[in-house]
């Protein structure tokens, strides 16, 4: 297919390269953060998990080291300027309208037009090199590998961190941060099971490793595709967040099963300590030990939508109502995510295809992959002249 034929089928492919993202995924990431504010004005610390080529951190970089006002922080700043222009000239309105940017003075933006944060780290990691980005610390590793997580901690402390030291078990001294963000994709197998399994295992593995570096309240969010267990992934993820919904974005082809899983206002399980043998994963469920096993006058954990669950040691998920009754869920814990579409739901369908003008000049991508893992065969394929080597004469 060529360049010019997919800016036609895919218009987030041909407005990435207009607007200089180095992919599509960017329009993601973006259209989530219309819906949850998850680039708020308090987020200066984020992980950027499976990031090649890099879309997502370039978001990161341009909205928390730049200053710039994409996204929701965009929109907000034009309904600002829309109801300054409604109201100008109406005194008593002008005063409510003062009083309420001085509440809001955190989404104020300076004479350029950009509002920098201080003290801002991101951290980017992917299988794959990423070329470099202002302000992103690049990291090269796998996301399931235990070993990659001290990595991580190293950049965002920015000093080492001996895996099994003292130091490396005292999490209290380190800055948590306050996004994990994964946009983690296996190269599909087109075995349908076997690919959502996969993507579940990449999910977790991004899970392990937020809850060694988000902050009470921070947020997770990631890739998933849905598959007839989705509902076993949420679960063990409300064991975690306050709340967890499965967004949609505009951007997402609606004929892909791909969706994101938006978890917020993190806190660790009561008495839960993650350890790097026994991660958490598909298989196994949240395992609480057992003087978390209090009773309920004991606890005071908050009830979200009027109910409070945990898990105990024997696996099964015990639901509290709070009106005082207690119900052990069925045997496996199983929880379903409100499900958001987010995005402007009249802006481009990524699953329609529209007419280009007749002088319509396809751009080149951004930034071509820097070392896909297709790289070999490409090479092997040109050198033996052709997809299925020299044609016979
Ligand atoms: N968010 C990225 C962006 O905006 O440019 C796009 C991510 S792309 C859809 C999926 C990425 O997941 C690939 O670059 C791939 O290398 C990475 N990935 C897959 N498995 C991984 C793993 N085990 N560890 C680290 N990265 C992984």
Known sequence: MGKSSKDKRDAYYRLAKEQAWRARSAFKLLHLDETFNLLGPDVHRVVDLCAAPGSWSQVLSRVLIKGECL?????????RRDRRALVAGIEELEKQLKKEEMEDESYELDDEGLRPREGVRIVAVDLQPIAPLEGVERLVADITHAGTIPKILKLLDGEEVV????????ESKRQPVDLVISDGAPDVTGLHDLDIYIQAQLLFSALNLAIRVLKPGGKFVAKMFRGKDVDLIYAQLRCFFGKVTCAKPRSSRASSLEAFVVCEDFQMPKGFKPEEE???????????PKRDQKTRAERSEAFVDGQRRSVREDGVTVIEFENGDEEDEAAESRWIAPFVACGDLSSWDADATYHLPSDHVSLDPIQPPTNPPYKKALEERRRKGGLYGKTKK
Not at 71 to 78: P, T
Request: charged share 30%; net charge positive.
């Open 71 to 79: 996204g929701r922080r965009a929109w907000e700043a034009k309904t």
């Open 163 to 170: 895996q099994g030291t003292e130091e490396a078990k005292d």
């Open 278 to 288: 026994l991660p958490l994963g598909i298989g196994g469920q949240v395992r609480l």
